[in-house]
């Protein structure tokens, strides 16, 4: 359905943006786009241990911004009426735009074209599985909120690992699972069993589903949920069992926390792939490798970043 929309953009400098956001919600107004810098500052430091990186572009962007948009039916006055009253007693203007007519429900999914990876290996979003790859193998996802659309080069490199590493009936075990990408890419290139571990439970029922939309589920793909690091029973389940190649595609710094631990999942022939490295921490999780008892094997690169493969010394 095609409809007419404004564009509203709230400056907030020198106010507390989430203050503003929620009063705006409290008076009904949802989905909005809270860009403040400080807010973008004080999460990241929150949250540093997720991550080694953050685009350099994102934080110039928000450089001194603080604002908030949102996005109203160019002919819904009720809703534009009521905004206004609640600036007014904030003290803040608003500027609109008209956007031009577009099919909101469908216009996103145009940041979503087929990727091609390695020799032979295309990821398609869901609304396009009927696509023709040619002779490329098709990994078909729903892109959400999860980690994994192949888009990324850490994901890439772990694709392009898993095409040289795979041989008919390979187990894999794919710590750090997220959207299920790798589980699905290696049960495609011959895997008998993949299971994927994320201490998300959101990035569990993804990896169910996206694993759903390329023919697979229970017992040849698994899900789970939790820390494998903290809870010795789910370590030990999963040592139990023999994986030929086992993937860790997170960052540099919780590969290093799995380290002491992931010998116990590979066997004198299996094969350790981690990818999420960036180049200025390969060192680092070199080291943390070999402390545990494992040779590095190989390293590929892809712009900033750097996957590598290692088995038992």
Request: net charge negative.
């Amino acid at each position: 359905m095609r409809m007419a929309w404004l564009e509203i953009t709230v400056r907030t400098a020198g106010r507390d943006a989430q203050a503003v956001s929620a009063a705006l919600t409290a008076a009904g107004f949802s989905d909005l786009v809270v860009e403040d810098e400080q807010e973008l500052e004080a999460f990241l430091d929150e949250n540093r241990a997720c991550w080694d990186y953050i685009d350099e572009s994102l934080q110039k962007k928000l450089r001194g911004l603080s604002q908030i948009r949102l996005y109203l039916e160019q002919d819904d006055t009720a809703s534009a009426t009521r905004l206004r009253v609640v600036l007014d007693r904030l003290g803040l203007q608003m500027e609109a735009v008209p956007l031009d007519e577009t099919d909101w429900s469908e216009s996103w999914k145009a940041n979503y074209p087929p990727v091609e990876v390695g020799a032979g290996l295309v990821v398609l979003p869901c609304w396009l599985a009927r696509e023709d790859c040619g002779e490329r193998t098709p990994i078909i996802l729903d892109p959400g909120l999860t980690f994994g659309t192949g888009a990324h080069p850490s994901t890439q490199m772990a694709m392009e690992f898993l095409e040289a590493l795979a041989f008919p009936g390979f187990r894999c075990l794919d710590l750090g699972s997220g959207s299920g990408i790798l589980s699905i890419t290696a049960l495609r290139l011959g895997a008998s069993a993949a299971l994927g571990v994320d201490i998300d439970p959101k990035a569990e029922d993804m990896a169910r589903e996206n694993a759903a939309y390329n023919g697979f589920s229970s017992p040849a793909f698994t899900a789970c949920t939790g820390d494998v690091t903290a809870d010795r029973a789910l370590m030990a389940r999963l040592s139990e069992q023999a994986w030929d190649v086992v993937m860790v595609n997170i960052v540099a710094d919780v590969i290093l926390a799995l380290a002491p631990v992931l010998p116990r999942f590979l066997h004198p022939g299996s094969v350790l792939m981690c990818s999420g490295i960036l180049g200025s921490r390969l060192e680092d999780v070199r080291a943390g490798l070999r402390q545990a008892g494992l040779t590095i094997t190989a390293v590929k690169e892809k712009e900033d970043w750097r996957s590598l493969t290692a088995k038992r010394s």
